[in-house]
């Protein structure tokens, strides 16, 4: 069974490899994914697992390619936020990672950020990502589902000061300017009786809300 459910941009840790800086190039090497398995919770479906498939059919790499920002805490409404750039082309899958190149800011007023990256002092990423396309595993053992994240697409990664919650989704469109975005989800397993009880559930839900 296919539906379409709304979810928020998502984040999750990654890595900054200060040993990496190129002095020549001002450029500094990132894993921004490792598709390691995160806790999520779902509003109507409780916690889950979510399983990032990283394999080449499955990450949407072309706003990466194309020179995708390294943020300020993912603070995307000013350009002063922006720290550097991916480098284009750099962006691609290797043993089950998601790497990439950036060149960072030369310009004054990111002096200070720049210094502490090359230093090692900020050493945390995060990358946020949108979901385009999950499978859904049911157990049954009564374990919590698994949501294999069939496509998905990373649309920038940050310096962070503490390493994104893997588990935490933003889940506003208000204040933060952050957006919503649609995602296929294909039920596997769950039992016919159990899909129609939360059909039913979710409609009732919504005919509240209007």
């Known amino acids: 069974m296919e539906r379409t459910i709304e979810l928020p941009r998502a984040l999750r840790a990654a890595e900054l490899r200060a ?3 190129d002095e020549a190039a001002w450029t500094i090497d990132v894993v921004w994914t490792t598709g390691a398995t995160v806790r999520r919770r779902s509003w109507f479906d409780g916690p889950y697992d979510e399983e990032l498939v990283v394999e080449p059919s499955s990450v949407r790499l072309g706003r990466l390619n194309a020179g995708a920002p390294l943020l300020n805490t993912h603070g995307d409404w000013s350009l002063e936020n922006v720290l550097g750039s991916i480098v284009p082309g750099s962006a691609r899958l290797a043993g089950g990672q998601g790497l990439a190149t950036i060149l960072l800011s030369d310009a004054a007023g990111d002096a200070d950020n720049i210094q502490k990256i090359k230093s090692g002092v ?7 990502y949108v979901v385009h396309r999950v499978e859904k595993i049911e ?3 009564g374990s919590v589902p698994v949501w294999r994240v069939v496509d998905w697409e990373p649309l920038e990664v940050s ?4 390493p994104a919650d893997p588990g935490a989704h933003i889940r506003s ?8 975005f649609r995602a296929a989800l294909v039920d596997r397993a769950a039992a016919p009786h159990v899909l129609r009880a939360r059909m039913a559930m979710r409609a009732r839900v919504a005919g509240l809300a209007r």
Do not use: N, W
């Open 122 to 128: 900020i050493r945390s990423i995060s990358v946020g």
């Open 173 to 180: 469109a208000g204040a933060s300017g952050e957006r919503m």
């Open 159 to 162: 310096a962070v000061p503490v």
């Open 139 to 141: 157990s049954d053992d």
């Open 19 to 21: 040993q990496s800086f």
